[in-house]
């Protein structure tokens, strides 16, 4: 055994989370291989905007997580008024009873009744948690982990790891934000719509010009969208982070669509595991990267991980830069087990021999897969069209009413 076999052994397996942002995706990113998940419940997190979970879902929610060994941590990390404070016990009080394994805040409201409650509860990125002093004062006050403000390099990382023994998370992947912490005033100045309550309208993502009234010109701020970062993305420098003793790796992403979370979670997935087999390439992380790159994304940064991010780290666009979208091609009518053969209808568009395809569903997941051998009617065919049933391989379990997706290439796709 070689000294970097000795590393691998003697590290810790850092624990992989997904964002989980409807049924759809959190079936998906635990099929992925995700090692926890983190979801709101419609009010009082960060991403009210986005697909939640209800209340009443926690006990099932739990209890499907805890079937596959998945740890669920539910986001309460949003600022508390005095109104909210009726709703936010309500919400702790069924968390807990419904076995939720921690809750992401950083109000201290919040921590008090985890504290009275009695569930577990991790800091928040918004708490911004930068050293070990901080570290330790929420360690005092009961806390059992910390998320790293993101603005932390890699050698911050290191020295509060040497310092605490509290566990540590820090993001991996996903959207950054050109605020500290993400705790930016923009949203609502412009429309009323607080980015401290979740319901951020990202207008940071648009393109802004600089007018003067004098002359009454006005011209475009540079080239790029200078108030919307790139996404984070880490798979060149993760064994970096793994080496750095970190104990839990975060996905953003809880806005974004399903097989965007199941891409993300898949390809870590295969980066961590890779590592520990001392198989982790720079080949396989290029590899990976450009399978990343196959849905959303609006470029690629590494972050605040190796200094300040410099001036050529903004989106030079609007919107996504994937590779790939996808298309809504029709819905599964029939899945014939035995077989493996899935029966569907064509609602929109035309698929063909050869095509990629994207089969999702609440209890499905996200399924990819090349179509192969299409048959209409018991004749082979190589094109089906609006209106026609078709059946094809596909050896994963797919149901009825699925949605059926059509992945084409992209006319955005970029490479490095």
């Known amino acids: 055994m070689n000294d970097t076999d000795r590393q691998h052994t003697s590290l810790k397996i850092p624990e992989l989370m997904a964002p989980a942002g409807d049924k759809t995706m959190l079936t998906a990113v635990v099929n992925a291989g995700a090692d926890a998940v983190y979801f709101g419940v419609e009010k009082l997190n960060m991403r009210v905007k986005a697909a939640n979970f209800r209340l009443e879902n926690l006990p099932e929610l739990s209890s499907y997580c805890k079937e596959n060994n998945v740890k669920t941590y539910l986001t309460l990390n949003s600022i508390i008024y005095e109104d909210d404070l009726d709703q936010l016990r309500e ?63 890699l050698e911050d990382i290191k020295k509060v790891r040497a310092s605490t023994d509290l566990e540590i998370e820090v993001f991996i992947h996903g959207a950054m934000c050109i605020a500290v912490s993400g705790r930016c005033f923009m949203s609502h100045y412009l429309f009323g719509k607080s980015a401290n309550r979740g319901d951020c309208i990202q207008p940071c993502r648009r393109e802004y010009q600089v007018y003067d009234p004098i002359i009454d010109k006005s011209m475009l701020v540079g080239e790029d969208y200078i108030l919307s970062p790139e996404d984070l993305c880490t798979i060149e420098f993760i064994d970096q982070i793994i080496e750095a003793g970190v104990d839990s790796l975060k996905i953003e992403g809880r806005k974004r669509s399903p097989e965007y979370a199941q891409k993300a979670t898949a390809v870590y997935r295969k980066a961590i595991d890779l590592y520990f087999e001392n198989k982790l390439t720079l080949e396989i992380k290029l590899g990976l990267k450009n399978e990343l790159r196959r849905v959303f994304n609006r470029g690629f940064s590494s972050g605040f991980y190796f200094g300040t991010p410099g001036s050529n780290e903004y989106a030079n666009s609007f919107g996504s830069k994937a ?94």
């Open 91 to 153: 919400i702790i009080t069924e968390a807990k009873n419904a076995n939720i394994d921690r809750i992401i805040c950083w109000d201290l409201s919040v921590i008090q009744l985890c504290r009275e409650i009695g569930i577990p509860f991790c800091i928040s990125t918004q708490g911004s948690v930068s050293n070990s002093l901080a570290a330790g004062f929420y360690k005092d006050i009961g806390a059992s982990r910390i998320v790293l403000a993101r603005e932390c390099s």
């Open 323 to 416: 590779s790939t979208r996808k298309e809504f091609l029709g819905r599964v009518l029939n899945y014939y087990k035995k077989a493996g053969v899935v029966y569907i209808l064509i609602e929109a568009g035309t698929l063909q021999e050869g095509d990629e395809i994207y089969i999702m569903g609440k209890t499905t997941g996200v399924v990819k897969l090349n179509v192969e051998n299409i048959l209409n009617e018991d004749m082979k065919t190589n094109t089906a069209v609006k209106g026609e049933k078709v059946t094809f391989r596909c050896s994963e379990l797919v149901r009825p009413h699925d949605a059926v997706y059509l992945i084409k290439n992209s006319s955005m796709a970029v490479t490095e």
